[in-house]
C-alpha cells in the first residue's frame, strides 16, 4: 500500500510521534529524576532536563543503604535477587517444557495425549489463581525467603511446552529416522539434533521469559519476609512507602532505572535470534 | 558378502494388512529396485529392511543374520531419503562424520573416510559448507556421501531423485549406478519412475497393492510380463490391451479382424501389445483411426481408436509421421510380440 497525499504523512507521523512521546516520556522522566539531587526533586515544578548528580545517586542507590532512614536491602542485591530469580525461572521453564515437549513427541507411552492436555490445561492456572494453595505448599516445603521458592513455583509452563512441541513437530521425521541410522540414541538425538534446530526459538522464548521472571511482583511479595531477598521491582513500591517521609524521587527513580537495564540488555543482546526464532520456518 | 533374504514378509497397520506375503532373495553386489505405483508399500517394504518399520511376520535376514529385532544402527546400512534428511545446522563434513562419531571411531579415521568419500562424489570443495548454501543435486551427493562412509553392507535408497529436475535426475542416475558398480554394495532402490528402474536395476521388483507381481530382470519385465499390471507399468508409452476371443485359427479382434497368433488358446483372452511395436502396414490387420497425434523428433506417437470400436489404441512410429486426424492407419504385428493375459486372472497365459 503505497500511498503519496501530504495530509496522510502528517497525520501518520503525528500518530507515530504521539506514541513516541506516550512510551519514551516516562522513561525520560525517570531517567531526568535520576539525576538530581533529592532536594530539587521536592521543588516545583519538576526538572525536565538531566541534572548533575547521576553518578552520586547511582553510587548510593547501589551500594549505600539505597533509601536513607530504612533497613532495606542494598540495591545490588535486590538486583542480584531478581537477576536469579529471572534466570532460575527461564532456565527452568526452557529445561522442564523442552524434555516434557520431547517427551509428548517422541514417545509413545500410554496416557500420551492425557498428559499433554493436563499440561495444557495449566495455562488456566496461574500462580495468581492458585496463590494460597502454592503459599501453602511451599511454605510447608520450607521454601520461603528462597531462591528456590521464589522460582519453582513459577517454572512449570504449559505456553513453552506448546511451543516446543509445535516446533519440533516441524522438524522432519527423516531426521529422526536418519539419526536412528547413525546410531543416535533418543537423548543423542536431543543433544546433537533437536537442541541446535531449537536454537532460535529457545532464544526468543527466553527473552519472552526472563522479562516475564523479572517482573514478578505479587509472589515474590508474598514468599519473602527477609529483606535480603527482596527483588528489585518490589523493593521500588516499598520504597515508595518507606518511613513517614517524603519519597526520596532521586533514589527511587534511579532504581527505576537500574530495573529497566538487565531486560533491556537481554532484549538487545538477543535481539537477532530472537527474531529469527519467531520468523524463521525453514528447518 | 551381504546376501538379503526376505521371507514371507507381511506388514499390517492394525487390521489393515498393506504388504502380502513379500519373498525375494537379493544376491550380493546386486541392485535391485523396487517399483510400483504410489501406495503400493514399497516405500513400507524399505523401511522394513531398514527397521524403521516393524515386521508383522515373516523374516529378513541381511548376510544371513536375522534382523527382525534388530536397530536400524546394528543393522550396517545405510539409507538415502527422498528428502535427503541432511541435518541443516552441521556443515557437510560433520553431516558425514555424525554416525562415524557415534560408533566412536578415530579422529583420524573418520578424517580419512569423509575425504574419500568426497573425493568419490567430488563434493571436497563443499565440505565446510552448510546444507542450505548447496544446490539440489550436490545435497543428493552429500546425503550418499552419508551412506558411503559408513561402509555398509546394504545401501537403501529411498526415492532419492525424486526432487530433482528432470535433466538433473537423468545424470544422478547414472553416476548412482556407477557408483554402485564401483562400490559393489549391495543396494534396494525404491521408485515409482518406471524409466529410473529399468536402467538402473539389475532386478525389479513390481509390487501392486501390497503384493509381489513380478520380480526379475527388466528385460524380462519388458519381454514376458506375468501380469496385465506389469504390461501395463513397464514400457512408455503402456502397452495396448484388446479383449479377443482366441479361435482355432487366430484371434478374434473386437474390431472382427482375425489374427494369425496365440494358436493353443480357447476362450476369451486379454490381447497386449506395445505401441513400439506396431508396425505401419498399408495391408495390416489392426487399423487405427487417429485422434491426435505426438511428435516427439525421434518417433511419433498416434492416438486413436481400433476401428469399428472404443478400444484406445497407441501406436508408436519412428520418425515423423503426418497423419490426418480421423483417418485410419493401418499395422501390422509380429506374432512372437503378442502378449497373451487371462482376463480373469490377470496372468500371462504362455502360447
Known amino acids: 500500500m503505497v500511498e503519496n497525499r501530504p495530509l496522510t504523512a502528517i497525520l501518520t507521523h503525528f500518530m507515530l510521534m504521539l506514541g513516541v512521546i506516550a512510551i519514551a516520556l516516562p522513561i525520560w522522566i525517570t531517567f531526568v529524576a535520576a539525576t538530581h539531587d533529592a532536594a530539587r526533586m521536592t521543588q516545583v515544578p519538576l526538572p525536565l532536563w538531566p541534572g548533575t548528580h547521576l553518578w552520586a545517586n547511582l553510587k548510593q542507590t547501589l551500594f549505600g543503604s539505597g ?28 529445561g522442564i517444557s523442552l524434555l516434557s515437549a520431547f517427551a509428548i513427541v517422541y514417545f509413545r507411552f500410554p496416557f500420551r495425549m492425557t498428559c499433554f492436555w493436563m499440561i495444557f490445561i495449566t495455562l488456566m492456572l496461574p500462580v495468581e489463581v492458585r496463590i494460597l494453595p502454592t503459599f501453602e505448599v511451599v511454605a510447608n516445603l520450607g521454601m520461603l525467603n528462597s531462591y528456590w521458592g521464589l522460582s519453582i513455583p513459577l517454572i512449570a509452563s504449559a505456553t513453552a511446552t506448546f511451543m516446543f512441541r509445535q516446533v519440533f513437530l516441524t522438524v522432519p521425521d527423516e531426521m529422526l529416522e536418519s539419526a536412528r541410522i547413525d546410531g543416535a540414541g533418543p537423548m543423542r538425538f536431543f543433544f546433537d539434533i533437536l537442541l541446535p534446530l531449537s536454537r532460535t ?7 519472552i521469559l526472563f522479562i516475564f521472571g523479572w517482573n514478578q511482583y505479587l509472589w515474590p511479595l508474598l514468599i519473602t519476609t527477609d529483606t535480603s531477598m527482596t527483588t ?13 517521609q517524603s519519597p526520596q524521587w532521586n533514589i527511587i527513580m534511579t532504581t527505576a532505572l537500574l530495573a529497566m537495564v538487565p531486560p533491556i540488555f537481554v532484549v538487545i543482546s538477543m535481539q537477532k535470534l530472537f527474531v529469527q526464532g519467531l520468523t524463521e520456518t525453514d528447518k | 558378502m551381504a546376501e538379503i533374504k526376505l521371507t514371507d514378509l507381511t506388514k499390517s497397520y492394525g487390521p489393515t494388512e498393506v504388504l502380502h506375503h513379500v519373498a525375494g532373495e537379493i544376491r550380493d553386489g546386486e541392485f535391485i529396485v523396487i517399483v510400483g505405483p504410489s501406495g503400493c508399500g514399497k516405500s513400507t517394504l524399505l523401511r522394513m529392511v531398514a527397521g524403521l518399520e516393524t515386521v508383522t511376520s ?38 558425514m562424520a555424525y554416525g562415524l562419531k557415534i560408533r566412536k571411531l578415530s579422529k583420524a579415521e573418520i578424517n580419512r573416510r569423509v575425504e574419500e568419500a568426497a573425493d568419490i ?19 543428493q551427493r552429500v546425503a550418499m556421501g552419508r551412506a558411503i562412509v559408513r561402509d555398509p553392507q546394504v545401501f537403501l535408497f529411498d526415492e532419492p531423485l525424486s ?38 536395476g539389475d532386478r525389479l521388483m513390481v509390487l501392486n497393492g501390497g503384493y509381489v507381481e513380478q520380480f526379475g530382470t527388466p528385460i524380462e519385465l519388458y519381454d514376458r510380463p506375468a501380469s496385465v499390471f506389469v504390461a501395463g507399468f513397464i514400457g512408455s508409452p503402456a502397452m495396448n490391451f484388446l479383449p479377443a476371443t482366441a479361435e482355432e485359427e487366430g484371434m478374434l479382434l473386437p474390431s472382427g479382424i482375425k489374427l494369425i497368433a496365440g494358436v493353443g488358446q480357447r476362450g476369451p483372452v486379454l490381447l497386449g501389445m506395445r505401441p513400439e511395436h506396431l508396425i505401419p ?6 487399423a487405427i483411426e487417429v485422434e491426435m497425434v505426438e511428435q516427439l523428433g525421434a518417433n511419433t506417437l498416434l492416438h486413436g481408436k481400433l476401428s469399428g470400436t472404443d478400444h484406445a489404441m497407441v501406436a508408436s512410429v519412428s520418425g515423423h509421421v503426418s497423419a490426418e486426424m480421423g483417418t485410419a492407419h493401418r499395422f501390422s504385428v509380429t506374432p512372437e510380440l503378442l502378449h497373451l493375459f487371462d482376463p480373469e486372472t490377470q496372468k500371462r497365459l504362455e502360447a
Not at chain 2, 81 to 88: E, R
Not at chain 2, 128 to 137: A, E, F, H
Not at chain 2, 281 to 286: K, L, M, S, T, V
Open chain 2, 121 to 139: 562424489l567430488e563434493i571436497r570443495q563443499y565440505l565446510d559448507r552448510k546444507p542450505r548454501q548447496l544446490s539440489g543435486g550436490q545435497r
Open chain 2, 163 to 200: 526432487n530433482l529436475d528432470a535433466k538433473l535426475r537423468v545424470q544422478m542416475r547414472l553416476e548412482i549406478r556407477k557408483l554402485q558398480q564401483r562400490l559393489g554394495v549391495t543396494s534396494i532402490y525404491v521408485t515409482h519412475d518406471q524409466v529410473e528402474a529399468m536402467t538402473l
Open chain 1, 67 to 94: 533509601l536513607s532512614g530504612t533497613e532495606g536491602a542494598p540495591v545490588w542485591l535486590m538486583l542480584f535477587n531478581s537477576l536469579a530469580m529471572a534466570m532460575m525461572i527461564s532456565l527452568g521453564k526452557i
Open chain 2, 281 to 286: 502396414d498399408a495391408a495390416g490387420p489392426i
Open chain 1, 232 to 244: 528489585i521491582v518490589m523493593s521500588i513500591k516499598q520504597m515508595l512507602e518507606a518511613a513517614e
Open chain 1, 201 to 207: 526459538n529457545i532464544a526468543a522464548l527466553f527473552v
Open chain 2, 58 to 95: 515373516g523374516e529378513i535376514r541381511i548376510a544371513d543374520r536375522r534382523v527382525n529385532e534388530l536397530e536400524p544402527s546394528a543393522r550396517d546400512i545405510a539409507m538415502v531419503f527422498q528428502n535427503y534428511a541432511l541435518y541443516p545446522h552441521m556443515s557437510v563434513r560433520e553431516n
